[in-house]
Structure formats: structure tokens, C-alpha cells
């Protein structure tokens, strides 16, 4: 292939690429205020792309205004570092005001440049016209180069102030801007002058992508999974011309030259033909192999909802045997069993029916289809379908009759411990609960589509928390005291927290502090009472937390930890101070109502004390001390 056609496929490519890249960002600007000027970036890439296209077809007249434009490419990156960081809680020391003047130096600056006769086309190399700047032009780029300087100069800064994926991206964001300067910089080459090729611009397509990818891979899940199935594509395609390459090379000595010697490009444009075709056909094709091997297999909607609903309703292991044989004979006519066999292979339920759904707990539930094997195809598909609900079911009612035996404890034991009558009263609503986002689990199982995972994962964890919110409060607290550095745990927990919520939280204490206390119930202290905080500084543009530790020597020689974590959250009414670290006074949106309450038992068991206050400067603080 001519490296002149290659070039001019680079930029075209180049100019698809970041157009591309540009209305995807567009499309998710709700998720991220950033992302329009991100979008703008990428545009500006796709017009000074375009600019160098217009070179080489020698249209000095569009080609050297949009290549003097280049002072609009740092400038929406530089709108974009901005907005990101402000956005992220790091102060930008007021730029974000001053945008619209960025915005206008770039305008001016290029039609000085272009008045200015900043650039002209010449030949150059294989080119037959070629960009060069001109003296005007040196100075446009010299604008440039400044505001880029001045925007990952702005990066560094929110590096320092920033924590977990944010200073990841930063990194990656650096690492990607020295990408881009290489592969860029190389069509000033004519204008040094020199006449090494500029190879480097052939790679350009890649840089509007990882740009893009650098910003949003800690931020949109769905990022990942569009650069991870691109990646594989990306593979394919290139296992594909290498392997009708080599067959092409194979043709020859058979006499087949013509074959043999079909250009790259066009080889290039049949693999990426031949795999959009296999792309848009794997659906229908999948669709029609379902239809043709498991005719009358398909499960519709209404009865994956009806399957659910039953299931939903179940009590006990019995009646959930029961339920599954009903549905499964009602819908196909074929008898079969249900064993249910607990971790220690002790059964809960067992048949005399050799075809049978088998549910096991081992780390987790699995269901086996065992008996099948004279089943026809199409009924043993459904009955795949309803195996693959069946784990998430038993592992439902699990937690159910779990968090009903605990009821029935708190029950027995409510003069001995008071906290678990007031769980037990509530058990059955926090079980009832649990059923809501447990059936989405029980529907999405069935779907088996990767679309759903993250809100599968969403749902879970909502579950999770509320499971482990109450049996912590159930369960009794015996401490478990080892010596550790609370500085570390600190550290870790904050790191936590800022990678959930993405809230800064600036740590005030020694490098190291040595003490004896159970580390993971002080970690839990820890989490509770700044994922309040966070919740609710979330709702808040300038949203802050500081977390202070020390040492504090009382008399007679003893000392005590004391951590402070202050928020500028709304202040506590008055009426709810007092029954501030009781279960269920005060629950946050998403919270199970249990975390202050927990942390209390943790600190009385340390036998310390934990407080509330407004005299510290801040509109909440919570005050924590425990002995040594």
C-alpha cells in the first residue's frame, strides 16, 4: 500500500474516530458535567484532522483556517480539567468563571494567525502539499503549547488533592497527553524543516478514544464494556487478516497469483465487511438456532414473571420443593423432583423422583439438572431456565428463615437483651423487604443478559446491606484487641469511601499510631459514620469532611483515642439529637437505619464513648473515644 494512502487513511479514520467518540460523550453528559467538554475536544481533534485532509487535496482555503484553529484543542481541554475538577470537590480557584475568556483568546488568536498569513501548503516528501507555519503560525502554536501546559499543570494540582480512581485517572489522563504530543507534533516536521516521514501520525486514531477512555474508565461502567467488546473485535479482525493473508500466500505456487496479490487495503475492507455482517446477523442467527434446535423451548415473559412470583412466596424449603414441581409439570407435562441439600450435605428436602432439579450450597447455591438424559431437547432448555432461577431463590429464602430465627431469638431473649426485641419486631418487615430487589435478582437470572449485570450487582448490594446491618445489631460484639496502626486502617477506610462516593475527606493525624483495639469493628465505626457524612454532603456543591486523629493523655498516666469526624452537612434537629444512635431514628436514603446504632454497641463495647456536637467549627461532628 502506498504510505500516502495509508496516511490519508489515518486521518480519515482519525476524523471517524473522534466524531464518533464525540456524540457518545454527548450522549452521557447527565452522567457527567465534563463530558460536553470533552466532546468538544474530541470534535476539535476531527476538525484539525480534517484540515490536514484539505492539505493534501491542496484546498488552502479550508485546510489553513481549521489547522490555525489548533488553539481550540488545549482550550476544551482545558474547559474540560475544569469542569471535571470542580465537579470532583477540588477547588479550580475560580477558572470556572473564566471559560468563556478562554474560549475567546483561542478565537482571536486564530484569526490573527489566519490574517496574519500564519501557514501555507507546499509540497512535501510523497505529499503534494503539505501544511507549514509560517511565522505567525509558530506563534499560534506557541499559544498552544502554553495552555496545555497550563491544563495538566491545573491536573497536577488535583492530583494532590485528590484520592483512589480520580489520581488514577490523572495518571492515565498524563500518560495518554504524552501519547498524543508524540503522535501530533509530527506535522511541524516540513516547517523545522526535515524530511523524516511522519510516521507517528499514522497512530492517530487511537488518541481521541484513549483519551476518552482514560476520563471515563473509573467513572461509566458501561466505558469498559464498550472498549472491552471493541478490544476483542479489534483481535478478530486482526486474527482474521493475518489468517487470509497467509492463505493468500498459500495460493500462489498453486497458480492462483491474481488471488494472491490482493491489495491490504481491500484485504482490510473485507475482514471489517465480512465481521459487521457476522456482527448484525449473530442475534437473528442465535434466535433461529434456538427456534430450529429447541422448538416450543421458548419461556415468555408471562411465565418467567408467574415462576417468579410463586417462588417469591414460598416459606419454607418444603414448600418451595412443593412450588417448583407444580410449575415445572404444569408447564411441560413431565414429572420431576426437587433436593435440596445445605453445605454440610445434610438434605433439606429430598424425592424419589429420578429426574430431578438438585440445589446444593456450597460457597454459594448451584442447581443441577439430574435424571435428564431422556428428556426431549426443548423441555430440557426450559428446564434450564428454571435451574438458573432457582440459586438466587434458595439463597433468598436462606436469608429469610436466617433473619426469622433471629426475630425468634430476640423474641426469647428480650429481657436479657433489649436490642433484639427492637429487631425483632421489625424482622419481618426488613424480610419483606429483601424480597423486592431479590425478585429482580430471581428475573434477571432467568435473562442471563450481561446488559442487566450492574443492576443485578446494585440490587444485590442493597440486600447485602440490609442483611448486614441487622445481624450485626443482633449478634453479640466480644472484641477481638491486637495491636495495629490506626492511621492505616484510617487511611484504607478512607480510600473506601472516597472510591464509593467520590468525596474527598482530608485526614488529619500522625503518619503512624500504634494502639490495641479489634480492627475490624473499628473499621466498621469508621465506615458507618462516613458513609452518613458522605450521603449527606453529597447534596451540596461545596461538601466537605475532615477526619482528625490524635492521642489525648489523661491523668494519672492513661491515654485515649479520640477521632473526630466533622461534616458541613445540614445540622441534626434538635428533637432527634436525643435518640440520635437509636435503631431506625434517623436512616438515610439507601441506609438500613441500623449504622449509628451499631456503632454505639462497638464504642460501649471498648467502653468508650461516642458523642455528637456543634461546637467544633463545623455543623455536624462526631466525637469518638476509646480507651487504651
Not at 454527548?26 to 467538554?37: F, G, I, N, T, V
Not at 438466587?392 to 436466617?402: D, I, P
Not at 433484639?420 to 435473562?447: D, F
Request: negative net charge; glycine residues 6%.
Amino acid at each position: 500500500m502506498d504510505i500516502s494512502v495509508l496516511f490519508n487513511t489515518s486521518l480519515w479514520t482519525t476524523v471517524l474516530s473522534a466524531f464518533g467518540v464525540a456524540i457518545w460523550l454527548w450522549s452521557r453528559r447527565r452522567e457527567d458535567p465534563s463530558l460536553p467538554a470533552l466532546a468538544g475536544f474530541c470534535l476539535s481533534m476531527a476538525a484539525w484532522c480534517l484540515g490536514h485532509i484539505f492539505a493534501l487535496q491542496q484546498q488552502p482555503q479550508l485546510a489553513v483556517p481549521l489547522l490555525l484553529a489548533n488553539p481550540l484543542l488545549p482550550t476544551s481541554f482545558l474547559h474540560f480539567v475544569i469542569v471535571w475538577l470542580k465537579d470532583s470537590k477540588v477547588s479550580t480557584f475560580g477558572l470556572d468563571q473564566r471559560i468563556p475568556y478562554f474560549y475567546v483568546a483561542a478565537l482571536l488568536v486564530t484569526v490573527a494567525s489566519v490574517l496574519a498569513d500564519g501557514g501555507f501548503l507546499a509540497p512535501w516528501l510523497v505529499f503534494p502539499s503539505f501544511f507549514h507555519l509560517a511565522l505567525a503560525g509558530w506563534m499560534n502554536l506557541a499559544y498552544t503549547v502554553a495552555v496545555g501546559i497550563f491544563a495538566h499543570i491545573l491536573l497536577l494540582y488535583g492530583f494532590r488533592e485528590s484520592q483512589g480512581n480520580q489520581r488514577r485517572s490523572i495518571v492515565a489522563i498524563f500518560v495518554v497527553g504524552a501519547w498524543g504530543f508524540l503522535l501530533a507534533t509530527s506535522f511541524i516536521l516540513p516547517s523545522i524543516p526535515s524530511h523524516f516521514f511522519p510516521y507517528p501520525m499514522l497512530a492517530l486514531p487511537s488518541y481521541a478514544v484513549l483519551v476518552a477512555y482514560s476520563v471515563v474508565r473509573y467513572r461509566l461502567v458501561e466505558a469498559n464494556r464498550l472498549v472491552s467488546h471493541a478490544l476483542q473485535w479489534l483481535v478478530v479482525l486482526m486474527v482474521s487478516m493475518l489468517v487470509m493473508g497467509g492463505l493468500l500466500w498459500l495460493v500462489e505456487p498453486l497458480g492462483l497469483e491474481e488471488l494472491s496479490h490482493v491489495p491490504n487495503l481491500q484485504l482490510l475492507v473485507y475482514s471489517t465487511l465480512l465481521l459487521l455482517i457476522a456482527w448484525l446477523s449473530y442475534e437473528p442467527a442465535k434466535r433461529f438456532a434456538e427456534r430450529l434446535i429447541y422448538p416450543g423451548g421458548k419461556v415468555e415473559e408471562a411465565t418467567l414473571n408467574l415462576w417468579v412470583s410463586q417462588l417469591n412466596r414460598v416459606t419454607s424449603w418444603e414448600e418451595l420443593a412443593s412450588v417448583v414441581e407444580t410449575m415445572w409439570y404444569q408447564r411441560s407435562r413431565y414429572k420431576a423432583g426437587m433436593s435440596i441439600v445445605d453445605a454440610q450435605g445434610e438434605p433439606y428436602v429430598e424425592t424419589r423422583q429420578t429426574t430431578q432439579f438438585t440445589c446444593i450450597k456450597r460457597s454459594q447455591w448451584h442447581c443441577y439438572l439430574n435424571g435428564w438424559e431422556d428428556i426431549p431437547p426443548a423441555t430440557h432448555h426450559m428446564a434450564e431456565i428454571l435451574a438458573a432461577m432457582l440459586p438466587s431463590t434458595c439463597a433468598s429464602l436462606e436469608r429469610s428463615l436466617q433473619l426469622a430465627e433471629v426475630k425468634a431469638k430476640a423474641e426469647r431473649a428480650r429481657i436479657e437483651q433489649r436490642h433484639l426485641v427492637e429487631l425483632g419486631g421489625l424482622t419481618a418487615a426488613i424480610a419483606h423487604e429483601l424480597r423486592n430487589p431479590l425478585n429482580i435478582i430471581n428475573m434477571a437470572s432467568a435473562q442471563t443478559e450481561p446488559m442487566i449485570k450492574s443492576h443485578i450487582q446494585n440490587q444485590v448490594a442493597r440486600a447485602e446491606l440490609l442483611i448486614r446491618d441487622t445481624l450485626s445489631y443482633a449478634s453479640n460484639i466480644d472484641l477481638n484487641k491486637t495491636e495495629m496502626d490506626v492511621m492505616s486502617l484510617v487511611n484504607q477506610v478512607v480510600e473506601q469511601i472516597d472510591a464509593l462516593f467520590n468525596v474527598h475527606i482530608d485526614v488529619q493525624g500522625p503518619e503512624t499510631l500504634m494502639g490495641a483495639f479489634d480492627g475490624p469493628r473499628l473499621q466498621q465505626v469508621l465506615i458507618n459514620i462516613l458513609e452518613n457524612s458522605a450521603a449527606f454532603i453529597a447534596q451540596q456543591a461545596d461538601g466537605k469532611i475532615q477526619l482528625t486523629v490524635q492521642r489525648d493523655v489523661l491523668q494519672g498516666m492513661t491515654s485515649e483515642l479520640v477521632i473526630s469526624i466533622h461534616n458541613n452537612g445540614p445540622q441534626i434537629p434538635d428533637e432527634m439529637q436525643a435518640h440520635l444512635f437509636e435503631p431506625f431514628i434517623s436512616k438515610r436514603s439507601g441506609g438500613s437505619g441500623l449504622g449509628l446504632s451499631i456503632v454505639r454497641r462497638i464504642v460501649d463495647a471498648h467502653q468508650g464513648s461516642i458523642e455528637y456536637r456543634e461546637d467544633c467549627g463545623w455543623p455536624v461532628t462526631f466525637m469518638v473515644r476509646l480507651p487504651e
